[in-house]
């Protein structure tokens, strides 16, 4: 299975599955169920096995579909070097419609950039910036949450809100029409600028004994308008939810 083969959500989704407790257990593996909501027309949701490997150093971390070097670490604040998987992908032989089956393939591509979070009292504060560095979309992803964890005994709940910005080309690659592509298929041709998704989030975690944990992670994502104005696109929302099982060592 291509793991790659997920959404945007997945720029964050790793982390919001273990970093909950990555700092306090520097390892664990596990197995992971992703649904994923087309935003395409004719589109096909999809139920995605994702592995969890999550390792937590000192230098160095990797969680399931992102990878990092610290530039920066304390109980406080985290800054590193990062790169994940841009899973956000189109593939016309997948669709059931005939017009949207003519279109070109929009290909998955791999990001790097900065990572942040700061972690408070009041709260925790989140932040990606990516850009491609396959030359697929050469587009850049920009993700800022903020987020309040709750607390249970071994259950914890950590809402939390954000938005995520795509840039122009991030847009017309993914969510654009051709003039080409309108000559072949009678799409009418779109080129979006930039755009803001914002989202709700919620993540669970129970630790159901020192070495098992149990973990889900929601996200409802209110598309922007440049991307729910594409024709290739027919939900102006997208839900994605990941829930997983780990062992820890």
């Known amino acids: 299975m291509n793991y790659f083969k997920l959404s945007a959500l997945a720029l964050v989704l790793p982390g919001s599955l273990t970093a909950a407790y990555a700092q306090d257990n520097p390892l664990s593996v596990g197995a992971s169920v992703l649904y994923y909501q087309s ?10 096995p994702v592995p969890i490997i999550n390792y937590e150093g000192d230098n160095f971390y990797f969680r399931s579909l992102q990878a990092g ?12 070097l990062t790169v994940l998987g841009g899973p956000q992908h189109y593939d016309p032989d997948e669709n059931d419609r005939g017009d949207m089956k003519r279109l070109d393939k929009r290909h998955m591509t791999l990001l790097g950039g900065l990572a942040y979070r700061h972690v408070a009292d ?9 850009g491609d560095v396959l030359n697929n979309s050469n587009g850049i992803l920009w993700d800022l949450a903020y987020l309040y964890r709750f607390d249970f005994g071994d259950f914890s709940l950590t809402p939390g809100i954000g938005a995520l910005w795509n840039s122009a080309n991030q847009n017309r690659y993914y969510y654009g029409v ?3 592509e309108m000559e072949r298929t009678g799409i009418d041709r779109y080129r979006p600028d930039d755009s803001w998704s914002p989202y709700v989030e919620m993540s669970a975690d129970y630790k159901i004994n020192e ?10 994502t209110r598309l922007g308008d440049e991307i729910k104005d594409s024709p290739m696109v027919d939900n ?5 939810v990941w829930t997983g099982v780990s062992y820890t060592f």
């Not at 070495?211 to 409802?220: D, F, K, P």
Request: proline share 2%; glycine share 8%.
């Open 39 to 48: 935003p395409y027309k004719g589109g096909q949701d999809r139920y995605l």
């Open 69 to 80: 070097y610290y530039l920066w670490k304390d109980k406080q604040d985290q800054l590193s």
């Open 122 to 130: 009041w709260g925790i504060v989140r932040t990606t910036l990516a």
């Open 178 to 180: 051709s003039s080409r």
């Open 211 to 220: 070495s098992w944990r149990a973990s889900l992670v929601g996200r409802y």
């Open 236 to 240: 102006n929302s997208q839900l994605t």
